[in-house]
């Protein structure tokens, strides 16, 4: 096996990207499917932001108690859709299972892994293949309205700071001295001055590029179909052809329990429908990049655009725009700025993130066919783990020693699909 160097890569997010340029790096032959445009899907739509710091997965009692009233309310945070979906149901307890202090220490760690290898592997790349993508890193602030829980915020600062993530409280008045575009009346903030801030269109734009001239075949508006398979996949069908490789990795994010029963392995991941806005930038825009805590948004400043991306929905596979949601995302962004009148909307998103029952991507060989591998499933930190995981499955499909421990990730940790 060490000898096979072909690889087909179905997805091309920034997941099925990094992962083909990994591989095309290490000799590969790469051929990269996808049934849209590529880069098309959540990865282009996101806020742009690289967050080291995001290492707590969101599962906690706290949060499974403060989305109990949010749930039905349908332009809360947190929505679920009124529906019979066992598996969704399954799903949520499934994750309350890893609520657990133990279970929440070890999706940490493992987390921490992948967002500090893809901290330090994005400028690399980015200087090396001279990929025009707007990088920066100016940190970003957590704004909190309410007093008692920016106090609270104290315990989420000594848990991080144990992996060495460390963070600056700022009362109210350090708080506006640093961003004067927020509202008066904050009771605070938390600046991390490593977060990053890139344009995820213009990366996607730019990796596109760049896997085309390393000799990358990539093949736009084709869906996989099914597996030519027996011990192994010998190939992959489309709607048109059949493609063969030595190796097959499934990196398509909310799509991927498509491939659950021919894969014979447990893929708990439920699609979470987040939005996004983008408008012009105003005159009293922040500078700096903003969570604003309460409600579960966050906000980047670019030269010309400002975007507010957030909310949660489980509502299945839906691709439908909610516009009582989206018009609840600009609202609430704009009650912690001073300007209260939103701009100009450039463009509005809905799409889905790959929401796993513990927090942790799946990464690894597939149970029943042992020439494939799963990079997907996670969450809403996909653009921050994109070159960590790309590089890793890059990795295990090369038979190379890994730079991160692979174990946490494994595609067979959850048993059988019953």
Not at 17 to 46: C, H, M, N, P
Not at 120 to 135: A, F, G, H, S, T
Request: glycine share 8%.
């Amino acid at each position: 096996m060490s000898n096979s160097k072909s690889a087909i890569v179905v997805g091309s997010g920034v997941i099925g990207a990094f992962t083909a340029y990994f591989l095309l790096e290490k000799g590969w032959a790469v051929t990269l499917i996808d049934k849209e445009r590529f880069g098309r899907g959540s990865s282009q739509s996101t806020c742009g932001l690289i967050v080291p710091n995001h290492v707590l997965p969101l599962n906690s009692p706290t949060a499974l108690i403060q989305a109990i009233p949010w749930m039905l309310k349908k332009d809360a945070p947190l929505y679920i859709k009124p529906q019979f979906n066992p598996g969704l149901l399954k799903w949520f307890y499934r994750f309350g299972t890893y609520c657990t202090p133990e279970s929440i220490r070890k999706s940490a760690n493992a987390r921490h892994a992948l967002l500090q290898s893809s901290f330090r592997l994005y400028p690399l790349i980015i200087e090396k293949e001279n990929l025009q993508c707007d990088w920066e890193i100016k940190g970003s602030l957590h704004v909190f309205k309410s007093k008692r829980k920016w106090a609270d915020f104290f315990r989420t600062d000594a848990l991080l700071r144990t992996f060495g993530i460390k963070a600056t409280p700022l009362d109210p008045t350090q708080l506006l001295d640093r961003e004067p575009a927020l509202k008066a009346g904050v009771a605070g903030g938390w600046f991390y001055q490593k977060t990053a801030q890139l344009r995820p269109e213009k990366l996607m734009h730019e990796l596109h590029r760049l896997l085309s001239a390393k000799g990358a075949r990539i093949l736009e508006e084709s869906e996989v179909t099914g597996f030519h398979a027996r011990d192994d996949v010998a190939s992959v069908f489309t709607h048109d052809r059949e493609i063969s490789g030595d190796r097959v990795v499934l990196a398509t994010g909310a799509w991927t329990p498509v491939f659950e029963k021919s894969l014979a392995c447990c893929i708990p991941i439920q699609p979470g429908k987040g939005y996004s806005l983008t408008m012009d930038r105003f005159e009293k825009a922040p500078e700096l990049p903003c969570f604003f805590e309460e409600k579960r948004i966050v906000a980047t400043p670019w030269q010309e655009e400002y975007r507010v991306g957030g909310t949660m929905e489980f509502s299945g596979y839906d691709p439908s725009l909610n516009q009582r949601r989206l018009s609840a995302l600009q609202r609430r962004a704009f009650e912690y700025c001073r300007q209260a009148q939103p701009p100009h909307v450039r463009a509005t998103w809905c799409g889905f993130r790959p929401m796993t029952v513990d927090g942790l991507p799946i990464i690894g060989r597939s149970r029943r066919f042992k020439n494939v591998f799963i990079a997907a499933g996670h969450n809403m930190v996909g653009l921050s783990m994109g070159p960590g995981t790309g590089k890793l499955v890059a990795e295990l499909l090369n038979n190379d020693r890994p730079h991160v421990d692979p174990h946490p990730y494994r595609a067979g940790r959850f048993g059988d699909c019953a």
